[in-house]
């Protein structure tokens, strides 16, 4: 579908972990196939603590994970990304890169806007009229306690 997508002239967002080489070299085969350019927004929590209430307080609340890919606890993430073996870190080339700190005490507001200026900036200004005018972040029983989810309308 996002292949579909992209040789429509629209421009697509692929929410994946990117947990393996495969994923990565995946998208830059679509990308080039169609004419579209990548840039790669990583959501990394770097304040482990705060990652690890948040995981559990989830996995409280939803009485376990929603499956192998979303742990319901601390250990049940160690052995998770144990898994991985280390596919995980690669090298991503000079494809645009931007790392966000999910657990920095920063507005919802000013994540965003720097999510949307780096993509602008690397798309030729293709974002630059993206007219954000509303943010919903608000806790429901899916984002208590996880990264939000955003609305941008």
Not at 57 to 86: F, M, N, V
Not at 96 to 108: G, M, N
Not at 117 to 143: A, Y
Request: with cysteine; proline share 5%; charged share 25%.
């Amino acid at each position: 579908m996002a292949t579909t997508q992209l040789r429509l002239g629209l421009s697509v967002v692929v929410d994946s972990p990117l947990s393996r080489r495969s994923h990565f070299d995946r998208l830059l085969h679509m990308g080039s196939s169609t004419g579209a350019g990548l840039v790669v927004i990583e959501c990394k929590p770097k304040d482990e603590a705060e990652w690890r209430r948040r995981l559990e307080r989830r996995g409280a609340h939803h009485g376990g994970g929603d499956g192998w890919h979303k742990p319901a606890t601390w250990s049940d993430l160690e052995r998770l990304l144990e898994g991985y073996g280390g596919c995980t870190e690669y090298d991503f080339g000079d494809v645009p890169r931007l790392v966000v700190d999910t657990t920095a005490s920063v507005p919802v507001g000013d994540l965003v806007s720097s999510v949307v200026e780096f993509i602008s900036s690397h798309t030729g200004g293709r974002w630059e009229s993206c007219n954000i005018e509303k943010i919903t972040c608000t806790p429901s029983m899916e984002t208590r306690g996880q990264v939000p989810k955003f609305l941008i309308e």
